[in-house]
């Protein structure tokens, strides 16, 4: 006990890291619990209709407005107001926003207005991915060097925290309840959470010298915040590639395990426990483990054992895929693998991309590379999917796994000059 009021009460450091944590943790499960219960939702409703795979595939494409974010990313962090703080102005109108929304969408049918309930997903996710401009932003100005591995964890943790509750025990709901009475769950359940965000006093920036300099950390801007300059920084281009590599080697077979599944005779419900009791907990597993491997490894050795792990992982679902029939725990462990693996690229990724974003226009930086990254994912979503279509899951997912040795050897090559591999850092 005295060891907690210590850390609680006579550090004040830890408290406001903590501080610092909860906010952001909040903020991410915001952005994330409708769009990950219609992420995997809509997929298995369409399979359900008969859809093929490419059809699937380019569904995914009501969730490009997270792949625009570059165009008008600059904007967030130029128009503010000093009254309500830099991310607040935007952070607290997009909540009530994105509440009205829900409300009204509790009214659709997704069986009946899916070409209306995805026009709304749509414009939904543009509420979104505008506030995780800001909230990026606004973790990178707020978090240190040394907070900043742990912070990408908890954001990491916030969206599976998310994905464990949308697609997870909300899909579970809707099989038993509908639609109308799930909407309204999501509703209420972000009313709650908002709560603390809307009403807490912004936290001012850290200097440069808390943030820690690296090699990679750009010059202060001098000119307005615009995207183009940040491109062509030294470094951007080999660093997007990289990403783009990490967006195949991570999600080019993610968004086909559940239909995949589906053909193997798995319902909304069975599929949302399986997510509840074997991808919760191995993302959350993941996303700890990977902030301790990015601290202790950094990117070089990490990298291999991404590397490694998404090819097995290819090589599992290949095998699976051959099976008449699928067991409860060869399911779960497709699954636990997928979401363990995404938990400790996410905090490699977007750590790394932290790092590189740092300076005064850290939301313009941070939404280039997520657009870069979000553009990559949703632009494999049509292309795996009419290529599975083609050649079916066993070779797709072989495919996918020789893929993997490919950017084994070209990632380290593009990132050394970038961030100093030899010398461990990320």
């Known amino acids: 006990m005295e060891k907690i009021k210590s850390v609680l009460f006579f550090q004040p450091q830890v408290s406001k890291t903590m501080h610092k944590m909860g906010l952001l ?10 769009l990950c219960f219609t992420w995997t939702l809509l997929p298995i409703i369409l399979r359900n209709q008969g859809a093929s795979l490419g059809t699937i595939g380019f569904t995914a494409l009501v969730y490009s407005p997270w792949a625009v974010k570059f165009f008008y990313a600059s904007m967030v962090d130029r128009f503010y107001s000093r009254k309500l703080g830099r991310r607040k102005t935007w952070i607290v109108p997009l909540l009530f926003l994105s509440l009205v929304m829900l409300f009204l969408l509790s009214m659709l049918s997704p069986e ?10 749509f414009l939904l996710n543009a509420i979104s991915a505008t ?14 060097a040394d907070e900043r591995p742990w912070g990408n964890t908890i954001q990491t943790i916030g969206y599976m925290v998310a994905y464990m509750l949308g697609a997870g025990v909300l899909l579970v709901v809707y099989q038993n309840q509908g639609w109308n009475s799930t909407l309204l769950i999501i509703t209420g359940l972000q009313l709650i959470l908002m709560i603390p965000v809307v009403l807490h006093k912004e936290i001012p920036p850290v200097s440069l010298k808390e943030t820690g300099e690296r090699e990679f950390v750009r010059e202060p801007v001098k000119t307005r915040p615009s995207a183009r300059a940040f491109i062509r920084q030294p470094g951007t281009l080999r660093f997007a590639l990289f990403l783009v590599m990490m967006a195949i080697l991570d999600q080019g077979g993610a968004l086909l395990r559940l239909p995949m599944l589906v053909d193997k005779g798995y319902d909304p419900a069975m599929l949302g426990r399986l997510i509840l009791w074997y ?5 959350i597993l993941g996303s700890i483990l990977g902030a301790r491997l990015f601290k202790r490894f950094g990117v070089p050795r990490l990298f291999i054992l ?15 895929s051959q099976n008449p029939s699928v067991d409860l725990w060869q399911a779960g462990m497709l699954l636990g693998a997928e979401k363990l693996m995404t ?6 990724i977007f750590s790394m991309i932290m790092g590189f974003s740092a300076g005064p226009q850290s939301a313009t930086n941070n939404a280039v590379l997520n657009s870069l990254l979000h553009i990559a994912i949703l632009g494999l979503a049509p292309v795996t999917g009419r290529l599975c279509d083609v050649v079916g899951f066993y070779h797709f997912y072989m495919g996918l796994g020789a893929v993997g040795l490919v950017i084994l050897f070209t990632g380290s090559y593009l990132l050394g000059p970038v961030f100093g591999l030899n010398n461990g850092q990320g």
């Open 25 to 34: 943790f909040l903020m991410f499960i915001l952005q994330k619990i409708f």
């Open 112 to 121: 009946e207005n899916l070409k209306l309930l995805l026009a709304a997903i």
């Open 131 to 144: 506030m995780d401009i800001a909230a990026d932003g606004y973790a990178t100005d707020i978090l240190t």
């Open 279 to 283: 991808g919760t907990p191995t993302s």
């Open 306 to 320: 991404v590397c490694v792990c998404a090819g097995s992982l290819s090589l599992f679902s290949a095998v699976i």
């Open 343 to 348: 938990g400790i690229v996410t905090v490699m």
